[in-house]
């Protein structure tokens, strides 16, 4: 344990929203569900996207894009800000 990855304890808010489809999905390995968790516990921000995300899951059974059309809009505009805020801070993507 010499190397000090940054990142490896405290995730970014972009990672925790990539990773919040498959954290709702449980497809997460143990130890990076529990890395989101913490995030969670610390960041506002990220529990209110948590949040969307679970209202739209519950709402489509899915989060598929065709399934955005579905949505009310109000929550639809949410959701798309914030894919739009972190597609557009996504290092290399
Ligand atoms: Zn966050």
């Known amino acids: 344990m010499t190397q000090d990855v940054p990142g490896d304890d405290d995730l970014a808010c972009t990672q925790v929203v990539m990773l919040i489809t498959d954290y709702l999905d449980d497809a997460l390995a143990p130890a990076d569900r529990a890395r ?29 894009s065709e ?11 949410d959701l798309l800000g914030v894919f739009r805020r972190w597609a557009a801070e996504r290092p290399g993507a």
């Open 36 to 64: 989101i968790d913490e995030h969670l516990a610390d960041c506002d921000g990220c529990t209110v996207v948590l949040d969307q995300f679970r209202t739209t899951v519950r709402t489509t059974g899915t989060l598929r």
């Open 67 to 77: 399934d955005l059309d579905r949505l009310d809009p109000g929550t639809r505009d």
